[in-house]
């Protein structure tokens, strides 16, 4: 079965760090751009940030760029995304997507073709 987890998920004090991690099982993250989404209550899911599958080109949102910072491990098969400074804003469900067998990150959610459940991320004091 062919699927995406996401971990690393919790509760943070603003200012505080996370890494959230995505796992891939029964394909490998080698040929596929990552994207890392997230959704906060009663607002539409935005992409936060995106690696190519060579890893040369990265993209972050204006609302997180020089906070978070995505990489991959191909040894691993994980894509990682490191946040810090927090604030309540980035509060949101974060979920990973994989566009298999394409190099290039994207925009648009539906060029996604692999998804992760999620992981709650709370920032709050």
């Known amino acids: 079965q062919l699927q995406l987890v996401e971990s690393g998920g919790g509760l943070v004090q603003p200012g505080g760090s996370l890494t959230l991690s995505c796992a891939a099982s029964g394909f490998t993250l080698d040929y596929s751009a990552i994207g890392w989404f997230r959704q906060a209550p009663g607002k539409e899911r935005e992409r936060v940030s995106c690696?190519?599958?060579?890893?040369?080109?990265?993209y972050y949102a204006d609302s997180v760029k020089g906070r978070f910072t995505i990489s991959r491990d191909k040894d691993k098969n994980m894509v990682y995304l490191q946040m810090t400074s927090l604030k309540p804003e980035d509060t949101a469900v974060y979920y990973c997507a994989a566009r298999r067998g394409v190099n290039t990150c994207s925009a648009y959610e539906s060029n996604y073709n692999y998804w992760g459940q999620g992981t709650q991320v709370t920032v709050s004091s």
């Open positions: 690696i190519s599958s060579s890893a040369r080109n990265t």
